[in-house]
């Protein structure tokens, strides 16, 4: 948390304890709109709603798409529609296309009325993509120029533009070059308009490599590709390579935010919910699904506990010893599965490499487990005095860590195949495997060796 935002959390606080709503409103008025979409997250249902009518009309569009879809649906519903719709029709209409399925239908209605052929037109374009795709991303509103004017002539446009509304696009970076029939043919950058002769023409200065993407792409690829050649802006094309759009960098941000929350909440089953202050019942049923998953997991590996019931009996250091074994292959796994989990939602980790991948985490877990099985082998010895035991507990340290390893270089490819998200279910099942294969092998060969 930032020295500001924790400073207006503490402001915020300390206004609403006393009940003091004109500051409240001068807080709010100062905050930018995802500050104050945090700290509506941050707030317990009746405190939001009681927060919600205090907030600027002008950032309520700004701050709903901010907020997860379950979040913002009361907050919208508690709000007069006439302030909706004046907030909205500032939108770009990519920003309303990814709201308005929470929007009440006369509010939809009343904006696409009002809206000129030209922005309706470009509205319904970017609601027939998906979200999660780079036409779902991109802003139709484009800045385009052809490619056989003057340098002049494009700085002249960009004035006018202006001058007509009020501002430049956000990260304008560069111009789009089109033909006579929307083609893309490159790009200008802006540093190459400010600083070539104003008689050249664009062609002469236009970059023809570019960077694009089809409406269709993943979202998740187009931040990968943003990220890899460290771009601010890149245009969208149809399959006639015809320029429908371009995607800006602070949109790419919300893709990786929303893939990182995404792995975060999956990994402790969540899926993706971030609302802390969501209906006790409703949390409560989503955390109760992978409790019940966990449950049998346990429970299996309490059987294979149970089987070696007589030898824990006997020797009551084994039921000492028993969970450093599986927690210590449980480390162990999790550091391969969150690697190779990251590998392959990057598409580093492929058929191709599979099998070195496997060999190198292979030889890492053998090279740990006999470290630490001699390790732990003069612990038990020094602890119980008894050699055996000694060899027995580092023996299963070898056994587990390689188990550990491998069922985390090999769980999440496999979880792919099956179609289930390696990062909901593979912490899962790398704690069953490395449960059931460090009890069995510790207890097995305590039965064997020792009794």
């Known amino acids: 948390m930032t020295q500001k935002f924790h400073h207006l959390i503490n402001s915020l606080d300390q206004a609403m304890t006393q009940n003091d709503n004109e500051t409240i409103q001068t807080i709010l008025a100062n905050a930018s709109a995802a500050e104050v979409a945090r700290v509506i997250e941050s707030l317990p249902q009746k405190e939001r709603?009681?927060?919600?009518?205090?907030?600027?009309?002008?950032?309520?569009?700004?701050?709903?798409?901010?907020?997860?879809p379950e979040l913002r649906r009361p907050l919208i519903s508690q709000t007069?529609?006439?302030?909706?719709?004046?907030?909205?029709?500032?939108?770009?209409?990519?920003?309303?296309?990814?709201?308005?399925?929470?929007?009440?239908?006369?509010?939809?209605?009343?904006?696409?009325?009002?809206?000129?052929?030209?922005?309706?037109?470009?509205?319904?374009?970017?609601?027939?993509?998906?979200?999660?795709?780079?036409?779902?991303?991109?802003?139709?509103?484009?800045?385009?120029?052809?490619?056989?004017?003057?340098?002049?002539?494009?700085?002249?446009?960009?004035?006018?533009?202006?001058?007509?509304e009020g501002t430049l696009p956000d990260h304008l970076d560069s111009l789009m070059v089109v033909d006579r029939n929307n083609i893309l043919l490159g790009i200008v950058p802006l540093s190459q308009?400010?600083?070539?002769?104003?008689?050249?023409?664009?062609?002469?200065v236009?970059?023809?490599?570019?960077?694009?993407?089809?409406?269709?792409?993943?979202?998740?690829?187009?931040?990968?590709?943003?990220?890899?050649?460290?771009?601010?802006?890149?245009?969208?094309?149809?399959?006639?390579?015809k320029l429908i759009g371009r995607i800006t960098v602070d949109d790419v941000i919300d893709v990786i935010q929303e893939e990182a929350d995404k792995e975060v909440f999956s990994r402790a089953g969540l899926n993706n919910h971030p609302d802390m202050f969501a209906p006790v019942l409703q949390s409560s049923a989503r955390r109760a699904i992978w409790l019940g998953i966990n449950l049998l997991t346990a429970f299996l590996a309490a059987w294979v506990i149970d089987l070696f019931e007589a030898s824990i009996e006997k020797i009551v250091a084994l039921a000492v010893l028993m969970p450093v074994v599986a927690s210590m292959g449980g480390v162990a796994g999790s550091q391969t599965l969150t690697m190779v989990t990251r590998g392959l939602a990057l598409n580093q980790v492929n058929s191709k490499n599979m099998l070195k991948l496997i060999g190198h985490e292979f030889s890492i877990g053998l090279l740990n487990g006999m470290l630490w099985a001699a390790i732990v082998a003069i612990i038990a010895f020094q602890?119980?005095?008894?050699?055996?035991?000694?060899?027995?507990?580092?023996?299963?340290?070898?056994i587990v860590l390689l188990a550990g390893v491998l069922a985390g270089t090999t769980i999440p490819p496999l979880l792919r195949k099956m179609g289930v998200d390696p990062a909901l279910a593979g912490g899962v099942v790398l704690t069953t495997v490395t449960d059931v294969v460090g009890f069995f092998a510790f207890l097995g060969l305590a039965t064997i060796v020792i009794l």
């Open 49 to 68: 709603l009681a927060l919600w009518p205090m907030v600027p009309t002008a950032l309520y569009g700004k701050i709903l798409l901010e907020l997860h």
């Open 80 to 164: 007069d529609e006439d302030e909706l719709i004046a907030s909205l029709s500032t939108m770009q209409m990519d920003e309303l296309a990814d709201i308005d399925s929470d929007l009440p239908i006369t509010v939809i209605s009343a904006m696409v009325q009002a809206m000129d052929s030209q922005r309706r037109e470009r509205y319904e374009q970017v609601k027939h993509y998906p979200d999660e795709t780079a036409g779902g991303l991109m802003d139709v509103d484009i800045t385009a120029v052809r490619a056989d004017v003057s340098i002049k002539a494009a700085l002249r446009y960009l004035r006018r533009l202006r001058q007509r």
């Open 193 to 204: 308009l400010v600083s070539n002769e104003l008689d050249l023409s664009v062609r002469q």
């Open 206 to 241: 236009m970059l023809t490599e570019v960077t694009s993407f089809t409406p269709f792409t993943p979202d998740t690829v187009v931040a990968q590709v943003f990220k890899d050649k460290d771009l601010i802006s890149a245009p969208v094309v149809d399959e006639q390579h």
């Open 383 to 398: 602890w119980f005095g008894d050699w055996q035991l000694g060899l027995v507990f580092g023996s299963a340290m070898i």
